[in-house]
């Protein structure tokens, strides 16, 4: 398995024998009218600490034990697999299930509690360890119990939105910038895009000079009924040429870095640090426009107008208006 932590590490060295692909079949759901999904590794959920008070998963195990076996050249019974939930904002990991390798089933269905939730996301984890003690050799094998021998993690993210990153209504004019602009985007350190939090790298400014703009992003708009309408249309425009604008710039800076093997950004998790700008960029558009990290990246390096269409679509389809209505708006 490929891991880059950051732009000046290179590749983990694993000291024993480990499957990259044992999981790859594997699958996971949060609603029972989902069809799974081995190739989805992000879900977005909406007001994730408080979906119904708990959140119930699904788990499709379709694997063959013996693959493992002779792959890292151990028994199935000195193997367990354990199902793991990772709440990165309490930093509590809580393992939730326990099979030997052999009894693992085909589906297996759990509740995730409130108390295990974060409204920033949880992460749902997979993996294959040594559960017996071993003699150390020469043949490569794990021989540390609870070395990990395969593994496959997935995310439950909120959805994308402006709150992505911090969104300040600022005076245009009292800064020298365009009176005239609806919005600004500063970055403050997009190198660091990918190891820092967004607020530490990004930020986003309305025009507080505009007295309709602000008027429409006001907390009472959507609830007033002369600015309703127009809120509901206006917003969700505007959230999504910001959020354009951050993304692609964001992922131009990744693809500087990418290297020869995208493979290297299949998982956000793996590729950027957890909690910054990139990665909830990425798991943004994994999660809601079903743009893998290799093919955003590449969307914003050799083609950012079809990017930009996917986040329209991602943003505003199914809120304001219709696909038909957000083309002819493209079209005008």
């Known amino acids: 398995m490929t891991i880059r932590k950051s732009r000046t590490e290179s590749r983990v060295v694993w000291p024993f024998t480990h499957s990259e692909h044992f999981f790859d079949r594997c699958a996971i759901r949060i609603s029972s009218t989902e069809e799974f ?33 002779s792959e890292v050249n151990l028994r199935q019974q000195d193997v367990s697999v354990l199902l793991i939930v990772e709440n990165e ?63 496959r993690r997935y995310r439950i993210v909120p959805p994308a939105s402006a709150s992505l990153f911090q969104v300040n209504f600022t005076d245009f004019e009292s800064r020298g910038w365009d009176n005239r602009s609806l919005w600004r985007v500063d970055f403050r350190a997009l190198e660091s895009c990918d190891e820092a939090p967004p607020e530490d790298t990004v930020e986003v400014h309305l025009n507080k000079n505009l007295p309709l703009l602000y008027a429409l992003f006001s907390a009472t708009a959507t609830r007033n009924p002369k600015l309703s309408p127009s809120a509901s249309l206006v917003r969700p425009l505007v959230t999504a040429e910001i959020l354009h604008d951050v993304c692609c710039r964001t992922l131009q800076h990744l693809a500087k870095y990418r290297g020869s093997n995208e493979d290297d ?26 743009i ?23 943003v505003a389809v199914g809120r304001a208006f219709s696909q038909e209505a957000l083309d002819r708006m493209r079209q005008s």
């Open 265 to 290: 950004y299949q998982s956000p998790v793996e590729v950027v640090q957890p909690g910054t700008l990139a990665d909830r960029v990425l798991l943004a558009l994994e999660g809601q426009a079903a």
């Open 89 to 151: 904002e309490a930093r509590l990991n809580k393992v939730r299930k326990i099979w030997l390798l052999a009894d693992l089933p085909r589906e297996h269905s759990t509740v995730i509690l409130p108390g295990d939730l974060s409204p920033k996301g949880i992460g749902i984890v997979l993996v294959a360890v040594l559960s017996t003690v071993r003699d150390a050799d020469d043949s490569g094998r794990a021989w540390r119990p609870g070395s990990i021998l395969a593994e």
């Open 292 to 314: 893998p990290p290799a093919e955003a990246i590449r969307l914003a390096a050799e083609d950012p107008e079809t990017l930009k269409n996917r986040i329209h679509g991602m």
């Open 37 to 69: 999904d081995s190739q989805r590794n992000v879900f977005a959920v909406e007001n994730l600490s408080e979906y119904g008070g708990s959140l119930n998963l699904d788990l499709s195990i379709s694997i063959d034990p013996s693959e493992l076996e």
